[in-house]
């Protein structure tokens, strides 16, 4: 009789447990991979592939609040009520928002604008280095270098009877004035004057300097710019690809060591196609004129022009020799702390390699607001560390934070007080943009805080 008893209870017991009373809680987010939980409990799901979830929830008798939140999207909270909860199932459904990874409102630092050159000059570049502030000044035949600290008061300042075109700092920290053949640097004395050293050529800047990249965890970075054995020359790859490779400090006679390469994915793209063109006109043109087919022959020589039978299938041979020749695209070598990136801004690809010079991760750039104005270019700010996308809208100039661990960039808060500055740069906080006053025959310098 006790064991009946027992076994009836048992039943009821497990029947009370299988009957339970649950609320799904459903619907769809239009973006996949979106974690949703519980606040304060550790219970939670995850959207599919086409936004879709569904979360069982078993306390009914108190408020809820589940917590939606996915990179690149703003997180949201949605509070459900106890009588909500007594039906059967909930449809929560809303589109997830993109972040706006944006900088504060940014605030002019003064009323009166930060520098001002000489009557008749104007300010064709600027540069930072260490706590000082380089201006390059030109008149029509002359330059000026000037120096001015972080307040805008000037320093030093030095004149040359030829022109300047930019100024360059390479990764070791030394100050190039860059000419159309000559390049000159200078350093500033401890008593604030300008000297110099023997010029250099162009070619030895171009050569030499600009393939060092950078300066990271005790090497130096090159850049290497691969071609095709010849525009017309298609037994290799079409188009450009960029090798980067390190030289160790302590180790400078070994050879270089690779890091990683980037092909011109668009390039080749076009190339590709148009040699299709090429080929297929070729077989047409052969096939018409009961000619030898070099290429189902396979005694082709490579050699492109070797294909051309008219008018038709030369032009289409130039068209590929301008697309192959277009210029260089873009690869940016962001340094961080631990980490350095190479930003493919052309293919939205992002290169990180580590400490031990390995490539920890590849992943794609993603521009998450504002991408029609996005102009493809990021500014590292060396003071703070902190890297941001430029966007520029109705010729004013925009800042987005850039996170390099996500990958993402969103357009920010404007950071130039007016429209198109001739440079644009930032510096420790703060952005600085370099116009010229056409009345007064001077070229002026704006700076407005980065908040974030």
Known sequence: MKRCFLVIVLLCLFGNLGAQNKTVVYGNLGVENVNISVLNTPYGTSSDGKGHYALPVYDRSQQINLYYSCIGYQDTIVS????????????VSFRMRRQDYSLQEVG??????????KRGRNI?????LGDHIYLLENKPKTSSMV??????????????DKLFEKLYVDCFHNMILVGQDSCLQIYLTDQDNLLSVAPFSREDYRDKLLRIVCEFNGAYIT???????????LKHNHGKSQNYEYILKDDPEKPPHPLCSFLDTIGYIGCQSQLMAIVSEYHQVVAEEDGIDLLNEGVWDGYLLSLAQNGSLMFKIHWYCAIAAKKEY?????????YLQFVDVDNREIVTINKDFEVASRRPLTVTSGERYFKNEFLKDEATGKAYGLFIKDGVNYLGLYHPTEGIVGMGSKASKGSYPRVFRVNDGYAYSVFYDSN????????LKINN
């Open 80 to 91: 459900l009520l106890p009588k909500q909860l007594q039906q059967d199932s909930v449809n």
């Open 108 to 117: 002019v630092t003064a009323s009166r604008d930060f520098y001002r050159s």
């Open 124 to 128: 064709t570049d600027m540069a930072f």
């Open 147 to 160: 120096v001015l600290d972080l307040e805008g008061t000037e320093k030093a300042r030095a004149d040359y």
């Open 223 to 233: 850049k290497t710019v691969v071609h095709d054995r010849g525009i017309h020359w």
């Open 330 to 338: 873009c690869i940016i070598p962001l340094l961080f702390k631990d």
């Open 440 to 447: 007064r025959k001077q070229g002026v310098i704006n700076r």
